[in-house]
């Protein structure tokens, strides 16, 4: 069973930054993607960013050029670094993690953005 922990969450105001980080354990394979989600009151859950094991990465519309995901394979880590806030990026940011087939997801930090 993979344990995902996140941390980073915050408040901050628009134009600020805030970064998210999150720590996988448990697995005994290698990790292939990880990134994170976020779900807005009332919104569905949402794809915010991705990174492979390799380092390729994809971003929502709304993020790109804005937000910036990262990973340390060695540490089974993947971070976010989120410029520019906005208050729509307001969210419970979820990190998850795919390993052989399956999905794994950690609890969520909330991120709220003031205007």
Known sequence: QVRLVESGGGLAQAGGSLRLSCA????????????WYRQAPGKQRELVATISRGGSTDYADSVKGRFTISRDNAK??????????KPEDTAVYYCYAHVIGRDFWGRGTQVTVSS
């Not at 996988?24 to 990134?35: D, E, L, Q």
Request: net charge negative; aromatic share 4%; no cysteine.
């Open 24 to 35: 996988a354990s448990g697995s005994n394979f290698p990790i292939n993607a990880m990134g």
């Open 76 to 85: 089974n880590t993947v971070d976010l670094q989120m410029n520019s806030l």
